[in-house]
């Protein structure tokens, strides 16, 4: 059996779960509500405040299933009670954020300045002038929107511009080696 897999989890108080057919389960919470459509073959009980998923056979599929579909019901009952964030740095002279109503606004050495708006569950929270706060319910959307976020001006190698995760290390390259 999988470790992770068997294990029995928690509905905690004000959160709702409710399973419909075909395996599509949905949370609603305090921080909002997400709906996800599991594999039919997993068997997933929801039995008071406790939701059990079981496999139904040891073939090599179910057992990667098992204990997937036990993390992802997991994450999705604490997204909707806690939430999740990704933290990002903006370094560089002269690079900078600010937000504009539902806008986050970059200046990071291009011509312009690069606009990100937030799409629905997902917010945007400028800390400082070179550090924001992505965060949301949904652990897969809150990443992948930080990623692109990222992605508009990823760290470089030689002096470390650009966007990145709090506390990322960026391995620094050499620079040409000057002649003599």
Do not use: W
């Amino acid at each position: 059996m999988s470790r992770i897999g068997r294990k029995p989890i928690n509905i905690p108080a004000g959160v709702d779960v409710s399973l419909a057919s075909g395996n599509c389960l949905t949370v609603k919470g305090p921080k909002g509500e997400l709906v996800q459509a599991f594999h039919p073959d997993m068997q997933i009980a929801v039995e008071g405040n406790v939701i059990h998923v079981n496999r139904p056979s040891e073939d090599k599929k179910h057992k990667s299933l098992h204990g997937l579909t036990r993390t992802l019901i997991a994450n999705m009952i604490e997204g909707v009670t806690q939430g999740y964030s990704k933290a990002l740095e903006i370094q560089g002279i002269g690079y900078r954020v600010q937000k504009q109503g539902n806008k986050a606004v970059f200046n990071i050495g291009y011509s312009h300045p690069v606009e990100v708006e937030e799409i629905p569950g997902i917010t945007i929270e400028v800390t400082g002038p070179t550090t924001l706060v992505v965060s949301g319910s949904d652990k897969q959307k809150v990443g992948q929107f930080a990623a692109q976020i990222r992605e508009k001006r990823p760290p470089e190698p030689y002096h470390g511009k650009g966007i990145r995760y709090a506390g990322e290390y960026v391995r620094m390259k050499e620079g040409k080696a000057g002649k003599k």
